[in-house]
């Protein structure tokens, strides 16, 4: 299943990159797996332990292997771990490694594979390379103005597992996307001081709705034109989150389907709208100055706090791989991948999955265009391998 010079190289061991393993494992068509760490999944086994999918177990499934049936609706972190290992296992997926990608490029030897992909240690030719690092690779962290004279804690959000040792402390989030979010409930739970910084309007969706998952609607309205699906996305949040603006959230000028096709991920809320209506989290403004033991908010306050928690995001960090020339062909203003693959024929045989986040879920897409990425495979290697 996978000859020295691959016909297809797969780059990352996580569910994208299984996504696009399963489906041509189903198809019986030959791909070598390059996973960066020693582990299948790596990035789910250190998220924050509280972590669960914000999408329902149907609609959540790798292609072609569902879900046991004993597992939640709402899948736990230590689940989708033991999920990613049981697919790779049922697919014959063996990922070779410790096999960090270093660089990305066009095979310039006359006659030989399309693609010259070089790990730290091994040099690997292909004629396909599937790009499937995940969007969130790279930790972005910012330098906050005068952190370093803070004499708390600041961790990113990925050295965050619970909020335990924070209790009775108050805490800082910087950022509500979806992990300050969680995690600023996750704290108020441990019995700290919730906090969150926040800079600009923040377009909030409930993960369930009059007890029923948000899901199944989003993906049954991102049938429609774009003017419907937004229509009924900005009614439905007014109906069941309303104007935020009394709460520091401020009132966004766009509905949340609108926001996710311009790459802005809204906040699935689990709770944490809740405790910030009842005055448990607190809302603060954008940082104006960290200091030794307070931090300074544009609004002119000044706050004790004993660590601040950074949920600024993470970056793909393709660019790195793919060099400059590359780069600026195949990714957009952002870093991420403009599309899953390209009409220019020295381009041919390259692909990206796994980079976009649209209110259908991350996991649902994953099936529908690693789909499509197998199959264009296929038509370009329509004799099966026998393994």
Not at 23 to 36: G, I
Not at 210 to 230: E, M, V
């Amino acid at each position: 299943m996978q000859p020295a010079n691959p016909t297809t190289l797969i780059i990352g061991a996580g569910p994208a990159g299984l996504a696009v393993a399963g489906q041509l494992a189903h198809r019986n068509l030959p791909f070598t797996v390059l996973e960066a760490s020693e582990y299948t999944g790596f990035a789910w086994r250190n998220h924050y332990d509280r972590l669960h999918l914000h999408t329902v177990k149907q609609h959540s499934a790798l292609p072609h292997f569902p879900y046991p049936a004993n597992y939640p609706t709402y899948v736990s972190r230590l689940q989708v771990v033991e999920y990613l290992e049981r697919y790779a296992e049922h697919f014959g997926i063996k990922p070779l490694y410790n096999q960090k990608v270093v660089r990305i490029g066009r095979n310039q030897t006359p006659g030989s594979p399309a693609w010259q992909v070089q790990t730290e240690t091994e040099l690997f030719n292909a004629d396909r390379v599937v790009v499937a690092t995940g969007y969130n690779r790279i930790p972005n962290v910012p330098e906050l103005p005068g952190q370093r004279d803070f004499r708390g804690i600041i961790w990113h959000s990925r050295e965050y597992r619970n909020g335990a040792p924070f209790s009775d402390e108050n805490v800082l989030v910087v950022g509500m996307g979806n992990t300050g979010a969680e995690l600023a409930l996750d704290l108020y739970e441990h019995g700290a001081r919730s906090f969150i910084s926040v800079r600009r309007p923040i377009n909030i969706i409930r993960r369930d709705v009059f007890g029923r998952p948000a899901q199944p609607t989003a993906i049954f309205l991102s049938k429609f034109p774009y003017w419907f699906y937004d229509f009924v996305a900005g009614l439905a949040q007014r109906l069941t989150v309303g104007d935020l603006s009394a709460y520091g959230l401020g009132k966004p000028d766009r509905p949340p389907s609108y926001d996710t096709r311009q790459g802005r991920i809204p906040v699935i809320d689990l709770g944490t709208l809740d405790q910030i209506k009842a005055g448990n989290i607190k809302v603060v403004p954008g940082i104006e100055r960290v200091n030794a033991r307070t931090v300074t908010f544009t609004d002119g306050r000044e706050l004790p706090f004993d660590a601040i928690i950074l949920a600024t995001g993470y970056r793909p960090g393709l660019s790195s791989m793919l060099g400059e020339e590359l780069s600026g062909r195949v990714l957009n203003e952002r870093g991420y991948p403009k599309q899953l693959c390209f009409p220019e024929a020295d381009l041919a045989g390259l692909y990206f999955l796994g980079y976009t986040t649209p209110l259908t879920g991350i996991i649902y897409n994953l099936n529908i265009d690693s789909e499509r990425i197998a199959q264009h495979i296929a038509e370009n290697n329509p004799v099966p391998v026998s393994f």
